[in-house]
């Protein structure tokens, strides 16, 4: 008697049989709930076979599990709509002029003026603009004298020395106090032209004279 070997080697796959790995990872959750659930009837014990309210469960269980994947997809197409929404409306902001809130300033080549914008709540008897380099120095303290809401602070480029400092940006703080010597809140503010937008890591940054500008500290843009 001859026995074919190439029989024995290639049984089919039974239906309800597990998959592949490459073939489950290209299964949807709903296919591979209907896989186990087919495999589980073809194998329960036929002597104490699967109770009808458990087989409902389980139908009312996949029904639930489909309606997850297809919600989790409608928000993810949602999500992405919004996300090309918003990038095309920042970008149509570019060559416009914004007012910010800003800790940093850029001084340009030559010794050009820079205008640094301080906004002071209430009323301040002194108000001083520290300017610092990128390290943590500090280069210069503008007198500001006293003031309340927006107060324009000219800045000529030049250290507490006289020296004019080296082109590039620098941070800014300001500290004001009222006529008994406590602290009033002021913040440092900027105005320029929106140059670009720069979406790196999915934060989107409006770039202004050399200096990222976070949507969330602009106070107002105009044409």
């Known amino acids: 008697m001859v026995i074919d070997t190439n029989a024995s080697q290639s049984t089919a796959a039974l239906p309800g049989t597990l998959s592949t790995p490459a073939a489950n990872a290209a299964a949807t959750p709903k296919d591979q709930f209907m896989r186990l659930f087919v495999a589980q009837l073809q194998n329960q014990d036929p002597l104490d ?14 029904t ?11 928000l993810t197409s949602l999500e992405t709509g919004q996300s090309a929404q918003a990038r095309s409306t920042m970008a149509s902001m570019v060559g416009r002029t914004v007012h910010a809130r800003a800790s940093q300033i850029t001084l340009p080549a030559g010794g050009t003026p820079v205008q640094i914008g301080v906004h002071v709540t209430g009323v301040a008897a002194n108000v001083d603009v520290v300017i610092t380099d990128q390290s943590g120095q500090k280069v210069r303290t503008i007198k500001a004298g006293a003031g309340t809401g927006s107060m324009p602070v000219i800045w000529d480029g030049k250290g507490d020395d006289g020296k004019l400092l080296p082109s590039g940006a620098y941070k800014v703080a ?5 006529a008994a010597g406590a ?23 409006f770039q202004v004279g050399g200096l990222s500008i976070s949507p969330a500290d602009v106070l107002s843009i105009s044409k």
Not at 64 to 74: C, I, R
Request: aromatic share 2%; charged share 15%; glycine share 8%.
């Open 183 to 205: 602290t009033i809140s002021a913040t440092p503010e900027i105005t320029g032209v929106i140059d670009g937008v720069d979406f790196t890591n999915g934060n989107a940054q």
């Open 49 to 62: 076979p699967q109770k009808g309210a458990d087989l409902i469960a389980q139908l009312a269980q996949m």
């Open 174 to 178: 300001v500290k004001a106090t009222d």
């Open 64 to 74: 639930a599990v489909e309606q997850s994947a297809e919600t989790n997809q409608h």
